[in-house]
């Protein structure tokens, strides 16, 4: 335990949950067998219950399934590493008991914690822990799916994942999937990235990033992130989404909370997304440029209701086309929001810009982030007088 510390601290809040699970239930509660789960849809197999027939590996139970049936995990510590081939759903006891971990080896057959490699796969329940490879930590994952072609319904909800030197969430070519209700502790990695992600949610995550980056999102059209929170150390991004206009568009990011991260939310060749009524707060001073929202020759996007505070720049567009910028507020940044000469028009409307104003106010462009110097104006014509009332919003 003492080559991967980070799997043993994994074990040792586990064990820590269990005593004190075991100390507040009630003794008539108790059992010394357990008894088996009511079963719905499929066959159920149990892993590591005392009833007959029940499996000590998570892995031996998933081999002797059949597609759609359930894998029904009891609590305790499971180290092993898990490939799912067929549709199954793979539920957990507890996600504060049931722990599967391990760490990435060279030549191992297999690179990540949990390998998906079909369609209708859901994964709940559980604390996943995994430590990667730090030179490596970009091709290990503790879930991943990369070429599930044809992949729709992939639901992974209701985990705590923990990921050090590796990535958390690693999908490809998904469609109609859900991620959702899950805590995620990332050390020198990257909580989720997603390539081809079409019509699929991210919602009510919890997010902590350490020396780590948030969501990256390489190309999709009409997905939606909505109620997370996510939490850095001034140094990773929250959101990160585009690759091509074509393939990266009407990205709905709404009512997320970001603290202190160096950019909240990056958006680059897309078209038609929405940010709307997030809370941005990034109270860490950086010695390199630093938005809150900023986007990067992307078209016809809107970004509205949204509360900023505490950033080098509020907002920056950078060849962005047709922005629509409208009833944010703006507190507390050096900049509140810039524009450099490759941007169309851009429609700015009753903001709210740190003091009530009566008269229009100006939003300086520059030929690019680093001028300080204004070469051109655009305006808010009907600045707020008074701030919205935006949930979460920072004061």
Known sequence: MGKYPFVGKCFAVGIILIFIGTNIV?????????QPIPTSGGNWLYVGGSGPGNYSKIQDAINA?????????????????????????????SKDSTFITSHYSHGQDLDNLI???????????????????????????????????????????GNNIYANNSTGIFLGINDDSKISNNSFFITNGTCMQLLWWDASLISDNHIVLNNSTGI?????????????????????????????PDYSSNLSIINNTFFNLSN??????????????????????????NSGIHTTKSF?????????????????????QNTRIIKNIFKKNTVNARFNQDCG??????????????????????????????????FDWHPALLPYDIPGGAS
């Open 345 to 378: 028009t851009t429609f700015w409307n009753r903001n709210y810009w740190g003091r009530p104003r009566i008269l229009p106010v100006p939003i300086l462009g520059v030929k690019n982030i680093y001028q300080k110097h204004p070469g051109f104006f655009e």
């Open 26 to 34: 009630p003794i008539i509660a108790q059992t010394p067998e357990k």
């Open 65 to 93: 399934s059949n597609p759609f049936d359930t894998v029904f995990v009891y609590s305790g510590h499971y180290n092993e590493l898990i490939k799912i081939e067929h549709p199954l759903k793979l539920i957990g006891e």
């Open 300 to 320: 016809n996007d809107s970004i509205n209701g949204n509360s900023i505070n505490h950033c080098n720049f509020g907002v920056f567009l950078n060849g962005s």
């Open 115 to 157: 390998t998906l490699v079909n369609q209708s796969i859901q994964v709940s329940g559980f604390t996943l822990c995994f430590e990667g490879d730090p030179e490596e930590y970009l091709f290990s994952s503790v879930i991943h799916c990369h070429y599930c072609w044809n992949a729709p319904n992939t639901d992974i909800s």
């Open 216 to 244: 990256t999102i390489y190309e999709g059209r009409h997905s939606h992130l909505s109620n997370n929170i996510i939490t850095g150390d001034g140094k990773g991004f929250g959101i990160n989404f585009g690759d091509d």
């Open 264 to 289: 909240a939310v990056c958006i680059q060749d897309s078209a038609d997304n929405t940010i709307a009524f997030n809370s941005i707060d990034n109270p860490t001073s950086m010695s390199i440029p």
